[in-house]
């Protein structure tokens, strides 16, 4: 009769029963097949090379755990991560920050009115937004003729998810500035 596995002995010159090998491979077998643990794994042990690209996939990926440390900016890529408020609903894409930019000319009768147009007068390209985007800050004159140009009041009469329409009043007469500010929205 065979040694129970659970009891199974190897010695030096005796021969190895096949019930108790076969039993003992299985244990290997099930240990290897989704029992294995930290234990079982020294430290650095699986390796980039040891996973298979597309391997890991954002359902591995606990919620939280990558963090703005974790990635790395490049000019030509960027980063693909913003930080916004606890209140900020976006969509599946999230959101966007945009430069708004645009030449206008003063007619010297303040009031003026200025549309801009987010496809056409954002510095980086079309943000795309799905719905009306928050502005981060109040428009300013960054660019003049005359050095007295300045915004003293606007104010917002038409605002969608693809223009704002300010009217400004302002300090100097016919005179080109360039007004820029900045929006963040959903994407």
């Not at 510095?123 to 428009?139: K, M, R, W, Y």
């Amino acid at each position: 009769m065979g040694v129970p596995v659970s009891t199974a002995v190897y010695t030096a010159g005796e021969y190895a029963i096949g019930s108790a090998v076969e039993a003992d491979i299985d244990a290997i077998i099930t240990e290897m097949n989704g029992s294995i643990d930290a234990d079982n794994l020294a430290a650095g042990a699986v390796g980039t090379s040891a996973i298979a690209n597309d391997a890991v996939d954002a359902n591995k990926i606990k919620d939280g755990v990558v963090a703005e440390t974790h990635m790395e900016y490049t000019s030509a890529g960027g980063v693909k991560m913003w930080r916004c408020g606890p209140n900020f609903i976006g969509s599946g894409e999230g959101g966007r920050v945009a430069r708004v930019s645009k030449s206008v000319e003063w007619d010297g009768t303040s009031p003026d009115t200025v549309t801009f147009t987010y496809a056409t007068d954002c510095i980086d390209g079309d943000p795309g937004f799905t719905a009306v985007p928050s502005f981060l800050g109040a428009p300013l004159v960054v660019s003049v003729h005359a050095a007295t140009s300045q915004i003293l009041t606007h104010r917002v009469t038409v605002s969608t998810n693809l223009l704002v329409t300010f009217e400004f009043t302002y300090t100097s007469g016919t005179d080109t500035v360039t007004i820029q500010f900045g929006v963040a929205g959903p994407v």
